[in-house]
């Protein structure tokens, strides 16, 4: 079947696509590549992949395509639901005789309430949907495709048996050939990786427990697979030839240093190829492992620190320690890699005393930029079923992004409201950002580099209309 796959249009700046960890707008233009898209796009002869908001695409301009496709794959998320919805029914109305499905993981946990979100949604496909989505486009009967929620003839909705989980990794095709293809790669930002960037997997899965994090606990699952290493230099080197203009490259795993042996070797060979690149690392690793990495090309590490209250750790299921991760931290430090650091906001156990402990947990180990979020309840992590049980969420409807695609407050405690929780991020920023060594480091880094001074002004320009906008979605 003639496929399109795509990620609907949306707010402007909003960062939604299948490769988001948090669909909302950023504090600076962000946007994640749709990993999760181009992977089964590339299993599907002629398909094409269209990925609207980086590309400020409207529903006007991606019709003339709809109009020419047999099956439309959208991706959808709990906060761009409503939007994807308003998507699929312009398609219908654009091409009624066309098979539209859902994909990701709202479509994974809830698939009936994501057919029932409009009768214009003929399935969804559940868990890792690459072979699923392929056997479809191969014109495969519905009723025997293996990981799909679907509507027969009479309308009914009719789950199929699960899809078994993919184990041989090499089996799926790179997917740096469909971005070439189908994306302009200068429209992908991140406030701490070089520009422009690439990024893509080398595995799925990660071991951890977090209780926040939604791509293990519904489409990844908890047990790392990964690809051989071969394979991923294989990619690597078409990428190298494909984008010469790319500055970093970055793997999305969601820990790639969960296999310390399988990260040593594949820095080994990144290193043989002499570039850059960055990837996502719990904040455990040794400082024989970060040096091997280091020594091989390794610039940045993105790592989730979340609190710098233990006992949050502990109810999150970080598993972690403090002690351990400012080793850690100082192991890059001394090595001279940096670190990007995630924080979060708003988890079970905060108060107003441990978001102090945390603001000052985060200038005391000082990464090189950071990014703070607030706890965000997706369904089907274990976070949400324990905020649904003891009653935390601010209401039914939940919302987790504003009506400006700002990233909300969902959550409420007895001691701690939401506006205490949403407008503590604000105070986090600024108390990080605005001190006399931070801002010497920014400056020293913008003098050195005429690149740098011309970003790092625009970043801050948009910084500043990322706390405004905050401000308004408060009001709202």
């Known amino acids: 079947?003639?496929?399109?796959?795509?990620?609907?249009?949306?707010?402007?700046?909003?960062?939604?696509?299948?490769?988001?960890?948090?669909?909302?707008?950023?504090?600076?233009?962000?946007?994640?590549?749709?990993?999760?898209?181009?992977?089964?796009?590339?299993?599907?002869?002629?398909?094409?992949?269209?990925?609207?908001?980086?590309?400020?695409?409207?529903?006007?301009?991606?019709?003339?395509?709809?109009?020419?496709?047999?099956?439309?794959?959208?991706?959808?998320?709990?906060?761009?639901?409503?939007?994807?919805?308003?998507?699929?029914?312009?398609?219908?109305?654009?091409?009624?005789?066309?098979?539209?499905?859902?994909?990701?993981?709202?479509?994974?946990?809830d698939p009936n309430g994501s057919l029932a979100g409009s009768p214009v949604i003929d399935f969804v496909a559940r868990e890792e949907f690459d072979f699923t989505v392929k056997e479809i486009a191969e014109g495969r009967d519905l009723a025997s495709v293996k990981g799909i929620s679907w509507r027969n003839r009479d309308g009914v909705i009719t789950h199929n048996p699960d899809r078994e989980i993919l184990e041989d990794m090499d089996a799926l095709p790179f997917v740096s050939p469909v971005y070439k293809r189908d994306l302009v790669i200068e429209n992908y930002f991140s406030g701490y990786l070089r520009h422009p960037y690439l990024s893509f997997y080398t595995g799925r899965g990660c071991k951890s427990r977090c209780s926040f994090c939604l791509w293990p606990q519904t489409i990844g699952g908890h047990r790392y697979r990964v690809r051989s290493v071969g394979h991923v230099m294989e990619e690597l080197r078409y990428a190298k030839h494909a984008f010469p203009q790319v500055q970093e490259f970055f793997f999305d795993d969601d820990t790639l240093t969960d296999n310390a042996p399988r990260v040593e070797a594949l820095a080994r060979e990144i290193g043989k190829l002499g570039i850059m690149w960055s990837c996502?690392?719990?904040?455990?690793?040794?400082?024989?492992?970060?040096k091997v990495m280091k020594d091989n090309g390794l610039r940045l590490l993105v790592v989730g620190y979340e609190s710098g209250n233990q006992q949050i750790l502990h109810n999150i299921r970080k598993g972690m320690r403090i002690e351990v991760a400012k080793k850690f931290t100082k192991d890059c430090h001394d090595l001279g890699i940096q670190i990007h650091g995630t924080f979060?906001?708003?988890?079970?156990?905060?108060?107003?005393?441990?978001?102090?402990?945390?603001?000052?947990?985060?200038?005391?180990?000082?990464?090189?930029?950071?990014?703070?979020?607030?706890?965000?309840?997706?369904?089907?992590?274990?976070?949400?079923?324990?905020?649904?049980?003891?009653?935390?969420?601010?209401?039914?409807?939940?919302?987790?992004?504003?009506?400006?695609?700002?990233?909300?407050?969902?959550?409420?405690?007895?001691?701690?409201?939401?506006?205490?929780?949403?407008?503590?991020?604000?105070?986090?920023?600024?108390?990080?950002?605005?001190?006399?060594?931070?801002?010497?480091?920014?400056?020293?880094?913008?003098?050195?580099?005429?690149?740098?001074?011309?970003?790092?002004?625009?970043?801050?320009?948009?910084?500043?209309?990322?706390?405004?906008?905050?401000?308004?979605?408060?009001?709202?």
């Open 1 to 109: 079947m003639r496929t399109l796959f795509m990620q609907g249009p949306s707010y402007d700046g909003y960062d939604g696509g299948a490769g988001a960890r948090y669909q909302s707008k950023r504090e600076i233009r962000s946007f994640w590549y749709p990993t999760w898209l181009a992977q089964p796009a590339a299993l599907v002869e002629g398909s094409k992949l269209i990925d609207a908001p980086p590309h400020r695409l409207g529903i006007d301009d991606v019709l003339g395509e709809v109009k020419t496709r047999e099956l439309v794959v959208l991706h959808t998320s709990t906060p761009s639901f409503s939007s994807d919805i308003r998507t699929a029914e312009a398609v219908r109305a654009a091409n009624p005789s066309a098979l539209i499905g859902l994909v990701g993981a709202k479509a994974m946990v």
């Open 280 to 290: 996502n690392a719990k904040g455990n690793v040794s400082r024989e492992t970060l």
């Open 344 to 476: 979060i906001l708003g988890l079970p156990g905060e108060t107003k005393e441990t978001i102090e402990e945390t603001i000052r947990f985060a200038t005391e180990i000082n990464p090189h930029t950071i990014q703070v979020s607030l706890a965000a309840p997706y369904p089907g992590t274990h976070l949400y079923a324990e905020a649904i049980e003891k009653g935390w969420l601010l209401d039914e409807n939940m919302q987790l992004v504003s009506q400006h695609g700002v990233q909300a407050a969902a959550m409420n405690y007895p001691h701690l409201s939401h506006t205490e929780i949403f407008g503590s991020v604000e105070d986090f920023y600024r108390r990080f950002y605005l001190r006399a060594p931070k801002i010497a480091s920014i400056v020293s880094e913008m003098v050195r580099s005429p690149q740098m001074m011309k970003r790092r002004l625009r970043e801050g320009v948009e910084f500043f209309r990322f706390l405004r906008e905050r401000k308004e979605a408060q009001a709202c």
